[in-house]
């Protein structure tokens, strides 16, 4: 702006120059206004995402003893307390505004602070932060409360499964052959969670995620999507249904979501990826 001001200096007068000051200032006020609209995702009524009244994040809103709560939930397999301490932390609610900013501020701190309390290395801290990218592109894509709300306590229980010591190897290429077969026979329920798996199949919630990762190298949630768009994609690819009907079928919550994580996954449309099966 003092560049500006500067050159325009040199062919108005000082009245000229104050007021494209001025007119700067309310531009670069107006791009923060909208920075900020567009990093907050806030669900208001009905279930519509918009950026309506956002409630502004003041101060620190988490603590080292609160993220010291959650992490003793976890290991006490207090789910429900948990989730508590986790929508605590994060800020989630159905009428408060989740800034992406806010979201890896939190995300990162508890990140240092499970590998400081575990004993991980310096690396092992990277690695779970390297996360981060992927976790917002998901938050982008979501289109109800509750998919913010099963994103962020999916990255949370990541963290503590990559983090907490795993009891010794009893079967598990057993229980993995489990998940996977529980995940072609249940992939179509659209409230299907990891804690319902674990319930199902009567392992632990965080064990199962711990052996699934270190066997599979992804967590099952990526794995149940995964095999949720591969199921879409043989759907699309016969040409006989809706995409709506597709959404349904294959267990996601909305058209809209399924068309936003195809594209992220797939790397174009359900409509592109139509088109394409049916020119071959």
């Known amino acids: 702006m003092e560049t500006l001001q500067r050159f325009f200096s040199a062919f108005a007068g000082p009245d000229t120059v104050t007021a494209l000051g001025d007119a700067a200032g309310s531009l670069a006020e107006s791009l923060r206004h909208a920075r900020t609209a567009m990093e907050n995702r806030t669900l208001a009524k009905g279930g519509v995402i918009c950026y309506g009244e956002l409630t502004p994040v003041s101060g620190s809103m988490f603590s080292q003893a609160d993220m010291g709560r959650l992490v003793g939930c976890l290991e006490n397999r207090d789910y429900a307390g948990a989730s508590e301490w986790v929508a605590r932390l994060f800020g989630l609610g159905h009428a408060s505004g989740i800034s992406f900013q ?30 981060q990218t992927s976790i917002v592109r998901e938050l982008s894509a979501a289109t109800h409360v509750d998919d913010l709300t099963a994103v962020i306590e999916n990255a949370v229980y990541e963290l503590y499964s990559d983090c907490a010591p795993m009891a010794p190897p009893t ?50 949630l990526r794995a149940l999507e995964n095999y949720r768009i591969e199921r879409a994609k043989e759907m699309l690819a016969r040409h006989t249904m809706r995409h709506s009907e597709i959404a349904a079928a294959t267990g996601f919550s909305d058209p809209y979501y399924f068309s936003k994580r195809f594209k992220q996954i797939v790397g174009c449309t359900p409509t592109e990826y139509e088109g394409m099966m049916y020119h071959e």
Do not use: P, W
């Open 102 to 131: 806010y979201f890896l501020s939190v995300f990162s701190s508890l990140a240092l602070f499970m590998a400081h309390h575990y004993g991980k290395s310096r690396a092992d801290a990277e690695k779970m932060l390297a996360q």
């Open 171 to 220: 079967r598990r290429s057993e229980l993995v052959d489990k998940i996977n077969r529980y995940i072609e026979t249940h992939y179509m329920q659209q409230k299907l969670t990891v804690e319902k798996m674990a319930a199902d199949l009567l392992f632990e919630n965080s064990y199962i995620r711990r052996v699934y990762k270190a066997a599979c190298g992804t967590t099952i």
